[in-house]
């Protein structure tokens, strides 16, 4: 994610920039800390406006905006940016403060789940860049992964222990659910419940501590089941995912590492020669020299839910 830098704050020096800018004259208090009405201000000299500060406007601080702050923008907090929120973050000046988290858990049902292409995923083998062999099949996985989805069974994520989304320690999980009304259209409106396995905190058991650093979240689930495209992908790596969350949305990418008999069973189901399986394996899970497994990669995008 983009980070606006923040824009440095008018010191000393740039309070005087500012007053030869607007033209004070020679002998001006540039030290005048005394309350605004103080006696003292009416005598004061050299200074554009009339309250006890050194510029040139009416306001209580000492910079020449509007505000009452005394950064280099418009509005009343104390960032850099011109919406009304309190942080540095680097919205769009939506005034949706997007760091601050006010809940003890947060859940989301997932609308989109596909096998990425080639780039889309984690990098699995800690060289730098993405692993996702599974590619190859995304045609074929996706469009299982689609009728999945339209179905009564919902994959589901929750946060708990958040307080702030842009820095902060966590718990991460992910797991299956319900949809018991029987209507899908309303599963992605925001305030749909689900039916979710539970612990006695109220908590998904797939789940690890997680980081968000700098917006973006991550996290390793040591270890996972889940059949994705009529498949089941018993990961032979830890689950590695990351995104961005708020209240309302979580997206990210999320991917492990998969038997190579598993894809295997996938040419041979579609068609194609079975010895991909081992001309792509790109993995070696047991550091004998021989990758044994096939890395895939995942994009998400999740709404908010309810879980029950
Ligand atoms: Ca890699
Ligand atoms: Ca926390
Ligand atoms: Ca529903
Ligand atoms: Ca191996």
């Not at 680097?90 to 989109?112: F, I, K, L, Q, Y």
């Not at 989304?165 to 419940?193: F, K, L, P, R, V």
Request: some cysteine.
């Amino acid at each position: 994610m983009i980070r606006i830098p923040l824009f440095s704050r008018l010191n000393a020096t740039g309070i005087a920039v500012v007053c030869t800018l607007v033209g004070c004259a020679p002998g001006y208090k540039a030290t005048d800390v005394d309350p605004i009405g103080t006696s003292e201000d009416t005598a004061e000299t050299g200074d554009a406006d009339t309250d006890a500060d050194s510029d040139a406007d009416s306001d209580a601080d000492s910079d020449a905006d509007s505000d009452t702050d005394s950064d280099a923008d418009t509005d009343a907090d104390s960032d850099a940016d011109s919406d009304a929120d309190s942080d540095a973050d680097s919205d769009a000046d939506t005034s949706v403060d997007v760091c601050p988290s006010t809940g003890p858990d947060w859940s989301w049902v997932v609308e989109t789940l596909e096998v990425g292409n080639t780039t889309d995923g984690v990098d699995l083998d800690g060289d730098g860049t993405v692993d996702n062999v599974m590619a190859v099949a995304r045609g074929s996985l996706n469009t299982s992964i689609l009728a999945e989805l339209s179905g009564a069974t919902v994959v589901l994520m929750q946060f708990w222990g958040v307080d702030d989304w842009c820095n902060d320690d966590m718990n991460g999980a992910i797991g299956w659910g319900s949809d018991t009304d029987g209507d899908h259209s309303d599963n992605y409106t925001g305030t749909e419940s689900f039916d979710a396995t539970l612990d006695s905190s109220g908590h998904m058991a797939m789940a690890s501590a997680a980081t968000i650093a700098g917006s973006t979240w991550t996290a390793s689930i040591p270890s996972a089941s889940m059949t994705i495209g009529g498949y089941v992908l018993t990961p032979v790596t830890p689950v590695l995912l990351e995104g961005q969350a708020t209240e309302t949305t979580n997206i990210g990418v999320f991917g492990f590492g998969i038997d190579k008999e598993v894809l295997r069973g996938i040419a041979v189901d579609n068609g194609w020669d079975p010895a991909l399986a081992d001309t792509l394996a790109d993995l070696d899970t047991d550091a004998d020299g021989v990758n044994d497994a096939i890395s895939a990669g995942f994009t998400f995008d999740a709404t908010a839910c309810t879980l029950f």
